[in-house]
């Protein structure tokens, strides 16, 4: 039997039309259908259905939303549900569909009339309403894999490479930087255009001290949130004495010859304030308190300041600082702020940092503008780009444009899924639409999220956004915060031991600056089932081969029930080296996203290396790659003999060369002929036939095919569409491009 839902309280107010909510719903808590449900009371009380708009981050969230609301609004027309939750989404429906009825919408027959949008799919309308204001002119095609673009405009943004003034400067300070790595210097680019929506604020538009004076400020502003929250966990008692006890220590060390940050602690006549101004006396502060490795001292000796003579003042000083360490031991959070405080960085740059970050500042944008270039020839662009030219449309330095107002017009409400899932572009795009909204004009604002699933990092999703709308609204438009803590999804001993395990895991307070979330416990719906909720099967040092077999004997037992389903988690990829060989052994097939990569797989690595060697001849890696596959497999020795003291040589020379193949054993002088030839007869076709047609008859005429199972010859049939996916005349434009792919 259920439990009572132990915030019922709370979603029946999230259910008014009239107010505006921030919402925290984690994992389980029935967040979709709260949504749908918000959307249905919505959908009782506006004169057009457009006036409500719901976004997402994923076109699934989306679909779902969509199927949802309309398979809820054909219930209502049959018998009222016994389950609580799906009677009140019943009782919804129907005042949503007496509204329909009253002003004749038919949503039934005009579904699309419910404005169910992801984010990238609202700003890409956006940007077809207005493409003159955008700046886009034309719509172009929105890429899901950009970096290809980015490159080419990294490359062309360091063509000044070797020119005279700032700019070649400028390159030239960065290559020093990165020693004189060229490639290192293209890549640091393209992660950055990758980015641009986050930095282009800092940077764009400005120029010299003015983009110096930025960074600092941020630098400044990250600093004292810090220290402001060391402060928080010293009470004034303890800051008195650590006042007096701290230069005690300074002085008796100066005067031992040891300088250090201590040092700093000598004249010090107050405890240090949350200001970046006293950052060094904060950091002298933290080397007295805290050890090398990071924790709170245990002893008090003449190693910290305090000598071992047992006078006054040395006596009463030592113990009193004994006191004020045991104190801050009982204070949860104590010794990790401190910590933090040591590890921050000044707030102003050394001349020779600023002369790097400065010709870095000034590269950027130049690469913004070749971007921009390299989408206008392309016709395409990223999803970035999109949202910039989105927000744009709506407004400028001048203000709100004609499509806003068309907008502000038509939207009365608006309703965001995952809002953890924000970025600073997004939540920019928010504030836009929200500009002038007042609590009680009968337009709401109703955002849904989970910030303690924010790790996920989604497409540069920024938390701290979550909490501070929670704090502070969104600009100017308050919001009442709501809290779900009912878990509809796991029974009770899941949840509880969720609740237990990870207490000690997320930080005690909440940092909008630092992107900290505390655990906010769930409450459990399903009772507890009578076996063990959760199971540990603990190894004594690192063994992947024993592990890898107690998994693949737990997916055999759990798989061996009806109905069952199973998830592996592992801390990084390596861990997978020896646990997914023994799943495929174990006749387990298993689904992974950017786990068990074609690149690292047997067929994967063959198929590359035969696609190199084919069209580049001095590719000595890939041909001896070749040479040892499966199809060759010819011996180091042999391999050996065939290039050992040829530097200088093709490989397809010396396959081609009777006094070279007569150093080989028999038998590999016979796997090399005949690889060779049929090598050779592979790439006399190069140029005329395409890409894929081109190793997969060579790769066929090799044997390839014989020494792979189902699952191999699977793999070899994506890099074989891969292939034909990026033949350019027959060949590769850009070999990266097929390592990536």
Known sequence: MSRPIADAGQRQAALDPRESFIVQAPAGSGKTELLIQRFLALLAVVERPEAILAITFTRKAAAEMRSRLLEALAAAQGACPEKPHAARTWELARGALANDRRLGWNLAGNP?????????????????????????????????????LYRRAAERALQGLGRQGEEGEGISCLLSHLDNRLDHLRDLLVAMLARRDQWGRH????????????????????????????????????????????????????AEGKDGHLARLLDLDRFPVASADDLAVWRGMAELLLTGEGTLRKAVNKSCGFPADKVEPCLSMKRRMVEVLDWLKTQEGAGAALCRVRQLPPVVYETEQWQVLRALAELLPRAVAELWLVFREEG????????????LALADEEGPSELLLRLDNRLDHILVDEFQDTSHLQFTLLQILTAGWQPGDGRTLFLVGDPMQSIYRFREAEVGLFLQARRRGLGSFPLRSLQLSANFRSQAGVVDWVNRSFAALFPPAEDAVCGAVPLAPAEAVHPPLPQPAVSIHPFAGRDDAGEAEQVVELVGAALAR????????????????????????????????????????????????????????????????????????????????????????????????????????????????????????????????????????????????????????????????????????????????????
């Open 562 to 741: 009806p109905g069952e389903t199973v998830a592996i988690l592992v801390r990084s990829r390596p861990h997978l080296a020896r646990l997914l060989p023994a799943l495929r052994a174990a006749g387990f097939p298993y689904q992974a996203q950017e786990i068990d990569l074609l690149a690292e797989r047997p067929a994967g690595r063959d198929l590359a290396s035969l696609t190199r060697a084919l069209l580049h001849p001095a590719d000595r890696l890939a041909w001896l790659a070749v040479l040892r596959a499966p199809w060759c497999v010819l011996t180091l020795t042999d391999l050996h003999a065939l290039v050992g003291g040829q530097r200088h040589a093709l490989l397809p020379e010396l396959l081609a060369d009777p006094t070279a193949l007569a150093r080989l054993s028999a038998d590999g002088r016979g796997r090399a002929e005949r690889t060779g030839r049929i090598l050779a007869e592979a790439a006399a076709r190069r140029g005329r036939v395409g890409l894929r047609p081109l190793v997969e008859g060579c790769w066929l005429a090799l044997g390839g095919p014989a020494f792979l199972d189902a699952a191999a010859l699977d793999d070899a049939s994506r890099v074989l569409e891969l292939l034909e996916s990026l033949d350019q005349g027959g060949d590769l434009a850009d070999f990266e491009a097929l390592e990536r792919g």
């Open 112 to 148: 699309g009339r419910l404005t169910i949008q992801t984010i990238d799919s609202f700003n890409a309308s956006l940007v077809r309403r207005m493409p003159w204001l955008s700046r886009l002119g034309g719509m172009p095609q929105v890429t899901d894999d950009p970096g290809a």
């Open 203 to 254: 940077l764009l538009g400005r120029r010299g001290e003015e983009q110096r004076a930025s960074l600092e400020c941020a630098l400044r502003a990250l600093v004292e949130a810090e220290l402001k929250a060391a402060c928080a966990v010293i009470p004034e008692a303890v800051r008195i004495d650590l006042a007096e006890l701290a230069p005690f220590a300074a002085q008796n060390l100066v």
């Open 380 to 391: 395409a662009a990223d999803f970035a780009e999109i949202a910039l030219k989105a927000q």
